[in-house]
């Protein structure tokens, strides 16, 4: 399988960045406990000055990173799992809801979900991990020619036995949960995540920030900081965001990167556009941490390399150590 999945990079990504530049890229759509307690954040172990996630090719010889698509439905609500993911990504769907992407490299929880479908623009978004394993519950139909052609692992609900179980907490579809260590042996570790992150201290400058709210067209996130935790705590849609054992989200840093948001030639079935999240190409951003907000700017010249962020003047944009949230939010 990992063999399959590195002779098929090189052409997939020529393919996907060919057709991001023509704007003709599909986009899918589909109708639609928790990590030991070790006293840290996801990631908190590296050394402030150290950047083990920065790469530009993916060409990292960790294992693969786990990526979760996660339900942020308030019927999925509270999720699990949450807090031991190294990076979150919130990206919006149909209707201007919004759905999580959680990825595990440091630890992998008991359990994660519940877990939903994925889209076009997840393939896109993970070409910067080195052979990801992308967990989810199905594709629409047309998309899964594409999710099997991506450079990545599939695995699609059902597809290993005993890895996924159906919780009896919430109702379907917001019940699906998986099993990660059934998937993988162990946490491939920090050097996974090949995203081009580097984690120091921070910039000079910046302003004080105590709250911010991003908003999509039916969703929104707040981050607000917590100087006792030394983090932000988060909010979905004005409810504070706690996982089912209990456990608060608080991520050390929080990225809001405004992309190109444009609209698919798919619907769900209620007749919602599917949006694509352009994640490769460049743009503006706004990093939240150590209770101060500064400006950057990000680039990602190709599928296959990670996201730079850098500081107006060029400089390398450093991240808190600890779990960091990236909200794709339109420029």
């Given at each position: 399988m990992r063999e399959t999945v590195r002779t098929r990079r090189g052409a997939w990504t020529a393919a996907l960045l060919a057709a991001t530049v023509t704007g003709s890229l599909l986009s899918g759509c589909t109708s639609g406990g928790g990590a030991a307690d070790d006293g840290r954040s996801p990631g908190q172990s590296m050394s402030p000055s150290s950047s083990p996630s920065e790469s530009e090719s993916g060409t990292a010889?960790?294992?693969?990173?786990?990526?979760?698509?996660?339900?942020?439905?308030p019927a999925a609500r509270p999720q699990t799992g949450l807090d031991a993911a190294d990076v979150v990504y919130a990206e919006q769907v149909e209707g201007g809801l919004s759905r999580l992407m959680a990825v595990f490299a440091?630890?992998?929880?008991d359990?994660?979900?519940?877990?939903?479908?994925?889209?076009?623009?997840?393939?896109?978004?993970?070409g910067q991990f080195h052979e990801p394993t992308l967990a989810f519950s199905?594709?629409?139909r047309k998309?899964?020619?594409?999710?099997?052609?991506?450079?990545?692992?599939?695995?699609?609900?059902?597809?290993v036995p005993g890895a996924w179980y159906r919780g009896t907490g919430k109702a379907a579809p917001h019940n699906l949960y998986l099993r990660p260590r059934r998937l993988m042996d162990s946490a491939p570790g920090e050097a996974a995540?090949?995203?081009?992150?580097?984690?120091?201290?921070?910039?000079?400058?910046?302003?004080?920030?105590?709250?911010?709210?991003?908003?999509f067209p039916s969703a929104r996130f707040t981050f607000t900081w917590s100087a006792d935790r030394g983090r932000w705590l988060v909010a979905m849609d004005g409810t504070p965001t706690v996982t089912t054992d209990g456990r608060t989200v608080a991520p050390a840093t929080v990225v809001i990167q405004y992309v190109k948001i444009r609209a698919s030639k798919y619907h769900d079935v209620l007749g919602n556009?599917?949006?694509?999240?352009?994640?490769?190409?460049?743009?503006?951003?706004?990093?939240l941490r150590d209770g101060r907000a500064f400006d950057a700017n990000w680039t990602r010249s190709a599928a296959a390399d990670g996201t730079r962020f850098t500081t107006p003047d060029g400089a390398p944009m450093n991240f808190a150590p600890g779990q960091v949230w990236v909200v794709l939010a339109k420029a």
């Open positions: 010889t960790a294992g693969p990173v786990l990526a979760v698509k996660i339900d942020n439905a440091s630890t992998l929880p359990a994660v979900g519940p877990v939903r479908s994925a889209r076009e623009s997840d393939l896109e978004l993970l199905g594709a629409q998309l899964l020619p594409l999710i099997d052609d991506a450079p990545l692992d599939p695995e699609p609900a059902g597809k995540l090949t995203t081009g992150f580097r984690f120091g201290p921070a910039p000079e400058g910046g302003t004080p920030e105590t709250s911010r709210t991003v908003r556009n599917t949006p694509f999240t352009e994640s490769v190409g460049s743009g503006t951003a706004r990093v």
